[in-house]
């Protein structure tokens, strides 16, 4: 871990500082850390994997050209779960 020994001066507007609350609340962090955080993300440095990671990608259209599962296959799914908690489906062969 970097040793933190400067200290930067920002103004910024009440609703701005509001909403970095609110995330660095969201996000079990300082407003210190989190501005911290930001900033590195800005500059693609330490967070910057972090920063790649998100925002999720959408999802909106990832699976239209595959088949869609009719009432059967989840019937069929729901009763192999049902079964393997009841200890009716497969068992494991004994641990040596």
């Given at each position: 871990?970097?040793?933190?020994?400067?200290?930067?001066?920002?103004?910024v507007p009440r609703p701005t500082r509001?909403?970095?609350?609110?995330?660095?609340?969201?996000?079990?962090?300082?407003?210190?850390?989190?501005?911290?955080?930001?900033?590195?993300?800005?500059?693609?440095?330490?967070?910057?994997?972090?920063?790649?990671?998100?925002?999720?990608?959408?999802?909106?259209?990832?699976?239209?050209?595959?088949?869609?599962?009719e009432y059967g296959d989840f019937r069929?799914?729901?009763?192999?779960?049902?079964?393997?908690?009841?200890?009716?489906?497969?068992?494991?062969?004994?641990?040596?």
């Amino acid at each position: 871990m970097m040793k933190k020994d400067a200290v930067i001066t920002v103004r910024v507007p009440r609703p701005t500082r509001r909403r970095l609350e609110a995330l660095a609340r969201r996000e079990g962090r300082s407003l210190s850390q989190q501005v911290e955080r930001l900033i590195e993300r800005g500059l693609g440095g330490a967070d910057s994997a972090e920063a790649a990671a998100s925002p999720p990608p959408r999802l909106s259209g990832l699976l239209a050209a595959e088949p869609v599962p009719e009432y059967g296959d989840f019937r069929s799914v729901r009763t192999l779960l049902s079964d393997s908690v009841r200890g009716k489906g497969r068992r494991r062969a004994p641990r040596r």
